[in-house]
């Protein structure tokens, strides 16, 4: 019956799972403590978005998808630039911030589309949690610009 839903939860929750990953291989590389810790905090909240995915998939009668090693949508940003281990902190805050857009225009994309109020409800809170990922990275990226 819920099928459907399913399969579009466990898309989202691979989704996550990816940047997750990406912001995960990009850590290392950044020197900036402000930017390490927002990026941390990026990542946390992913990670939040998609165990409260995970559940709901259980609720619905699914079994949640994981992957470990799927590429990051990040990772693969800096590699097609092909600086992947010469990007500055500045570069890699921009990166983060056009993923987590991306991961917004996708979470919206769910809005239109028929799943059911619970599960959309959730979709609408990993919206809001990215919302402020963008609002944090584009305030740093600001101050970094003003020096």
């Known amino acids: 019956m819920y099928e459907k839903e399913i399969y579009d939860l466990n898309r989202l929750i691979l989704h996550h799972e990816s940047i ?3 912001y995960s291989r ?3 590389d950044v ?3 402000d930017l390490k810790s927002r990026l941390r905090s990026n990542q946390e909240n992913h990670f939040r978005q998609m165990m409260v995915l995970s559940d709901r998939v259980y609720e619905l009668g699914g079994i949640p998808k994981f992957e470990t090693g799927v590429p990051g949508v990040m990772d693969d940003i800096r590699h097609h ?3 992947k281990a ?3 902190d500045l570069e890699n805050a921009r990166a ?3 993923t987590e857009k991306v991961n917004i225009d996708r979470l919206s994309a769910f809005g239109s589309g028929d799943i059911d109020n619970t599960s959309l409800e959730l ?4 919206i809001n949690s990215n919302s402020d990922n963008v609002h944090s990275l584009e305030e740093y990226i600001s101050h970094k610009e003003l020096q």
């Open 31 to 33: 020197e900036d403590e």
């Open 123 to 126: 979709i609408q809170m990993g």
């Open 81 to 83: 630039r092909g600086k």
């Open 86 to 88: 010469e990007m500055t």
């Open 96 to 98: 983060a911030l056009d």
């Open 20 to 22: 997750i990953e990406a």
């Open 26 to 28: 990009m850590l290392p």
